[in-house]
C-alpha cells in the first residue's frame, strides 16, 4: 500500500487548497478513503471520509460547509476541497486507508497564515 499526498502550501485566510492523495498497491475502489490532519501540539483528528463508491462522506464539525471530498476511482485518487480556510486549519494533512490495518502517507503541510 502507498498512499502519496500532494497539493499543501501557504495560503491567506479565506483563501482554498485542494489536496490530491495517489494510492497503489491495493483495489482502491473497495476501500473507504480518509483525510486526517495533526496541528503541532494537538492530537491528529479525523478531517473527512468517504466511502468506497463515493456515495457516503463524512465531515468534522469543525470543517463542514467548508471541506469536501471527493474521488476518482478511475484514477486511485482522492481529494480534499478546502474552501474559506482559516489559520486554524492549519496541520499536516494525511490520507488514510484501513486494509485492514492503517496506512497513511506522508502527509503534505497546510499553512493559513496572512
Known amino acids: 500500500v502507498h498512499l502519496v499526498e500532494s497539493g499543501g502550501g501557504l495560503v491567506q485566510p479565506g483563501g482554498s487548497l485542494r489536496l490530491s492523495c495517489a494510492a497503489s498497491?491495493?483495489?482502491?475502489?473497495?476501500?473507504?478513503m480518509r483525510w486526517y490532519r495533526r496541528a503541532p501540539g494537538k492530537e491528529r483528528e479525523l478531517v473527512a471520509a468517504i466511502s468506497s463508491g463515493g456515495g457516503s462522506r463524512y465531515y468534522a464539525d469543525s470543517v463542514k460547509g467548508r471541506f469536501t471530498i471527493s474521488r476518482d476511482n478511475a484514477k486511485n485518487t482522492v481529494y480534499l476541497q478546502m474552501n474559506s480556510l482559516k489559520p486554524v486549519d492549519s496541520a499536516v494533512y494525511y490520507c488514510?486507508?484501513?486494509?485492514?490495518?492503517?496506512?497513511w502517507g506522508s502527509g503534505t503541510q497546510v499553512t493559513v497564515s496572512s
Open positions: 498497491g491495493f483495489t482502491f475502489s473497495n476501500y473507504d
Open positions: 488514510n486507508v484501513k486494509n485492514p490495518y492503517d496506512y
